[in-house]
């Protein structure tokens, strides 16, 4: 049996922020019989902001559909569906905020699945397999650069153009047409021994040579990974790119021991390629020939003085032809993990490290000062309840509840949308409810857990009074519901989609409650335009509440609803209860979250997220009937 000891990192380098995302976690099916290890580095560009929102909505999105299909006898068709919605969730993003505009990223994505490994890259990131001390780069670099190093090994070597940068992107992230996206349908068979690199292209600093002398001295992957970014900042490289290196040590089932946690502060990376060194590859499936490419046309270089520069594509060369994903960045531990049926000696939790998306710093009255008001109480409700709502109570230690009143709404979108899942827009009618007036807070879900025996997720150094929980799977929201149904003597439980919906909308009907538009200060979201920290939720009822005196239902973290995943409302009831059957493998998620972009967080926005899982950007409020 093979285990893999996994630790990752970044440095800045000599620039003044970080562009980089990544992420190490654990992708396991509902019933937890199979696990494997996902691991992505996406690389921004664009400037400051704009390569931030890039990469860190790149790793988001790409987890999230591999979460959610995970497992698959198709993996590489998954990464390639990952790879295509990480792109789309750009496209929506740039079209919603037009100061976006440039964005865009490198990813390089690994799935080790048993002794398998498999990934699926765009750009110029690495992925390097280190094995009897020799180093071979298994994915393939869409650079300039990378072109002609490949035209050369096929014995067709190319005059450079005159004026075009070896590091010009030929591939990326940027919402448009991805040119070409390497994932080989054959695994890389691992042995115990490997040592597996992923990294942005700031590691190009170090030769192949240093590169293996640190990998064969660390004791660790931790070791490894210090050592590599210490080597980097040694080098003293000027205008030194920021740099993101993740270390897997593939060791025998004795091997390894859980390590101490990395001390290093992973963040997100803008990076400027090398030349390909071009190693031999070995392990993996054959790839045919790349075709001749287009002749890159650089679009204006990056104002961040980086020498990446995405190319798009324009007139062929003359070759006959062819076109061419809680956060805390900090104490994370790097743990021995088991190929599956290994049991529970360890597990990893998710990992995404990033920086603000905002090229400036918070306002005073933004994220600096959750600290200070980290023990405050819940604030008290600002807006002013339409009739008959506002009424607010708390049952014996439970969540502070409001009344909404009976009625009536459209729920959905009209068959003018192209949001299918939206459709057909139906009338519901309610009867009187309450739902919890804030997203479940970490204080009162630990309550739950501490009586039952069940484990509080980890949440770093948040406030627990003051902060929503999150990494807590739909299963385990509907256990609170129980425990507090019992703990209180009255009937809780999870909202139905209508009622969330009913709810969230506030008694409006445009896009948001508060207008059409996303705004600026209205909620937590990526491109919400607040200054606060991205990387994490926001304390509960930062922002106004909406006309029902309901806090937080959009932004700040996602959540869960009772209702089983159905493509779309055909056959939906209409009296607010329960939606019944569809795929209860996937629960309903509604609200989008502090990741996700302002389109997630329309009233009548879908999405679906698989029950027995759980996220950082996942967490949920109750209701009760009188």
């Known amino acids: 049996m093979l285990t893999f000891d996994i630790a990752g990192a970044q440095i800045d380098g000599a620039r003044d922020y970080q562009e980089d995302a990544f992420l ?61 919605q990480a792109n789309n969730s750009i496209t929506e993003t740039v079209r919603e905020t037009a100061a976006l505009k440039g964005m865009g990223c490198t990813l390089v994505a690994t799935v080790i699945d048993d002794h398998e490994l498999r990934w699926v890259s765009v750009g110029d990131s690495h992925l390097y397999l280190i094995r009897d001390g020799k180093v071979h780069k298994k994915n393939a670099d869409h650079s300039y650069g990378g072109f002609l190093a490949r035209m050369a090994e096929q014995g067709k070597p190319i005059e450079p153009e005159a004026g075009f940068s070896r590091n010009m992107l030929m591939s990326a992230l940027t919402g448009d047409e991805i040119a070409d996206i390497d994932c080989p349908d054959t695994a890389l068979e691992l042995q115990a021994g490997d040592r597996i690199v992923i990294a942005s292209d700031g590691l190009d600093t170090l030769s192949h040579g240093k590169l293996a002398s ?19 900042q040694d080098a003293r490289m000027p205008r030194q790119d920021n740099t993101t290196v993740i270390v897997v040590l593939v060791g025998e089932k004795s091997e390894f021991k859980a390590r101490p946690a990395a001390t290093a502060k992973p963040r997100p990376t803008l990076a400027t390629a090398a030349p390909g060194a071009g190693a031999t590859n070995i392990g993996a499936a054959t790839r045919p020939p790349p075709a001749p490419a287009p002749k890159p046309i650089p679009r204006e270089p990056e104002r961040s003085g980086s020498g990446k520069v995405i190319a798009v594509l324009g007139v062929l060369l003359a070759l006959g032809g062819g076109g061419t994903y809680w956060y805390f960045s900090s104490q994370q531990p790097a743990l021995e993990l088991p190929a599956p ?33 980290a023990d405050a109480a819940p604030p008290a409700v600002e807006a002013t309840p339409r009739q008959g709502t506002g009424e607010t109570f708390a049952d014996g230690g439970g969540p502070k509840m409001v009344w909404l009143p009976a009625g009536s709404y459209q729920m959905g979108s009209p068959d003018s949308s192209a949001d299918f899942s939206e459709r057909p827009q139906h009338l519901v009618r309610l009867p009187r409810f309450a739902i919890s007036q804030y997203e479940i807070t970490i204080a009162e879900y630990a309550r739950f857990a501490a009586a039952t025996g069940r484990k509080t997720p980890r949440t770093g150094d948040l406030d627990r009074a003051t902060h929503p929980v999150f990494f807590v799977s739909w299963d385990d929201a509907l256990a609170y519901t129980k425990w507090l149904s019992k703990h209180t003597g009255k ?52 922002f106004p509440a909406n006309p029902y005196g309901v806090y937080d239902t959009a932004g700040n973290v996602e959540e869960w609803v009772y209702d089983c995943y159905h493509d779309n409302y055909e056959g939906a009831p209409g009296d607010g209860s329960v939606f019944e059957g569809g795929d209860c493998g996937n629960r309903v998620v509604r609200g989008g979250g502090f990741s996700s972009g302002p389109k997630a967080l329309r009233s009548a926005t879908r999405s679906k997220f698989p029950a027995g899982s759980s996220n950082d950007s996942i967490g949920f409020r109750v209701v009760r009937d009188e």
Not at 48 to 77: C, E, I, R
Not at 516 to 537: N, S, V, W
Request: with cysteine; net charge negative; charged share 25%.
């Open 491 to 542: 009937s809780y439980r999870l909202p139905s989609e209508a009622e969330w919906e009913y709810a969230a909308r506030g008694g409006t009907t445009e896009s948001y409650w508060w207008g059409r538009d996303i705004g600026a200060g209205k909620a937590h979201c990526f491109a919400c335009d607040t200054g606060l920290d991205p990387r994490q939720p926001t304390r509960i009822g930062r």
């Open 24 to 84: 190490i976690t654990r992708l396991s099916n509902s019933s937890g019989e199979r696990s494997a290890s996902l691991v992505i580095v996406a690389d921004g560009m664009g400037g400051h902001a704009a390569g931030n929102v890039a990469s860190n909505m790149a790793v988001q999105t790409f987890n999230k559909h591999l979460t959610s299909s995970f497992p698959s006898d198709a993996m590489s068709t998954v990464l390639r569906e990952a790879v295509l």
């Open 341 to 373: 049926g290994g049991g529970d000696e360890a597990r990893l939790e998710p990992i995404i490290n990033e920086e603000a998306l905002t090229g400036e710093a918070p306002p005073e009255d933004s994220a600096a000062d959750d600290d200070a008001t």
């Open 214 to 232: 640190h990998l064969e001295k660390g004791a660790s992957a931790k070791e490894c990974v210090d050592a590599l970014l210490k080597a980097v």
